[in-house]
């Protein structure tokens, strides 16, 4: 059985450690805090060991923490780091490269640049087997994950038949549980957002892909707004629809009225985090004028990230065929069965 170590223990780190429980190939060595609070004591109750860094072993000492973090790494086969953007690359170069652990990073880090963790960003509907046995590799954000869910099977179905995305992003400005983040009552405008650039790394960077970000006082995930341009007379809505009607975490929605109400039902139907983990077509808003098909989803900003994160695990920790991958996954998430329920309760009346 291999031993994984989760540092951190926010909205993300949070949701994978609950999900690898439940994975009979995996022991979760625990989790790494880094502020004594009321999560601490969640955590342990959860059952999960807690970590903490060496140089802070004093402020947990009202805490039954297990020890440092540094010493859990020792035993580990694998980090994942769910650590504030940016944090990743400075456990990289402090922690994970000098114990010469693999780790997964998070979408908060970056690709490019000088405090680059990997030179893959993943997404394992267009560059799983990329991942086999690599070392580092950062999951994309949820936005990027998002995107590649609608874009990747648009270009196998059409291929050089599409000429331009256009995609304008709406994003949440906070998480459900991020309580103490309040919310501005304003429309924030992004300035050369990373999502285009970011996506383009595993697309192809000449994909014909314009970006555009705005932030909304929301916590009922992102919006995404696409015009996809043809070099004819464009699809019709229903070709649209039926090319997602097996994907992988892509629910087809017909009578959400908005990102809340898709949330809600996750919740009456006792979805663990309330997370659907995946983007939800929204049918109604698909349209095709002359060449262009204008289509509207909302993604799941902490969840679409989870299973993500397992499938990347499993090519760097096991390098099991996409396959074989994608059926473990399955069997933890029970997406299809999550895309049904959705796709029943908002289905066409
Ligand atoms: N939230 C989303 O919707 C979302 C979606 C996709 C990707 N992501 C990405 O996922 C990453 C984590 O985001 P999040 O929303 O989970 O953040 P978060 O809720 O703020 O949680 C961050 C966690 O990291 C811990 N931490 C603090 N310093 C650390 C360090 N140096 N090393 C390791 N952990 C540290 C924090 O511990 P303490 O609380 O004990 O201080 C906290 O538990 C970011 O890269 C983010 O961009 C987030």
Redesign the pocket.
């Known amino acids: 059985m291999k031993k994984i170590f989760v ?8 949701r994978i450690v609950s999900f690898l429980k439940d994975d009979s190939e995996i022991e979760v060595i625990g989790v ?4 004594p ?1 009321e ?2 004591d969640e955590a342990i109750s959860k059952g999960l060991a807690v970590y903490v ?1 060496e140089s802070k072993l004093n402020n947990f000492s009202n805490f039954k923490i297990s020890g440092s973090i540094e010493s859990a790494l020792d035993g580990c086969d694998l980090v994942i ?5 940016g ?2 690359f ?2 990289k170069k402090n922690l994970y490269e000098p114990k010469n652990i693999p780790a997964i ?5 970056s690709t490019t640049g000088s405090e680059a963790v990997s030179d893959l960003l993943f997404n394992s509907r267009a560059n799983y087997d990329q991942a086999l046995g690599k070392y580092h590799v950062m ?1 994309g ?2 936005n990027v ?1 998002g995107m590649g869910r609608i874009l990747e099977p648009l270009r196998t179905q059409f291929g050089d038949k599409i000429i331009r995305f256009d995609v304008t992003l709406v994003r949440r400005w906070a ?1 459900i549980e ?1 309580t103490e983040k309040k919310l501005s009552d304003t429309i924030e405008m992004t300035e050369q957002p990373h999502h285009g650039d970011d996506v383009k790394l595993y697309f192809g960077k000449d994909a014909p892909l314009y970006v555009r970000a705005i932030k909304v006082p929301t916590r009922q995930m992102h919006l995404h707004i696409m015009d996809i341009r043809f070099n004819d007379i464009a699809p019709k809505p229903s070709e649209i629809h039926k090319i997602f009607t097996n994907e992988f975490g892509v629910a087809t929605l017909w009578t959400a009225r908005g990102t809340k109400d898709v949330r809600d039902c996750a919740k009456n139907m006792g979805f663990n985090f309330v997370d659907t983990n995946m983007i939800h077509i929204h049918a109604n808003m698909t349209t095709s004028i002359g060449d262009t098909v204008q289509m509207m989803y909302s993604d799941d ?2 969840g ?2 989870i299973p993500e994160n397992h499938m990347l695990m499993q090519a760097m920790l096991f390098e099991k065929s996409y396959q074989e991958a994608f059926a473990h996954t399955e069997s933890i998430f029970n997406m299809a069965e999550k895309k049904q329920k959705l796709e029943e309760f908002f289905a066409k009346k």
């Open positions: 540092n951190g223990y926010g909205s993300i780190g949070s790494g805090k880094y502020s609070d999560k601490v860094p780091d769910a650590s504030p953007g944090h990743g400075k456990n990073y998070q979408g908060g880090e999951q954000s949820c994950t998480d991020q900003q902490t679409i990230v």
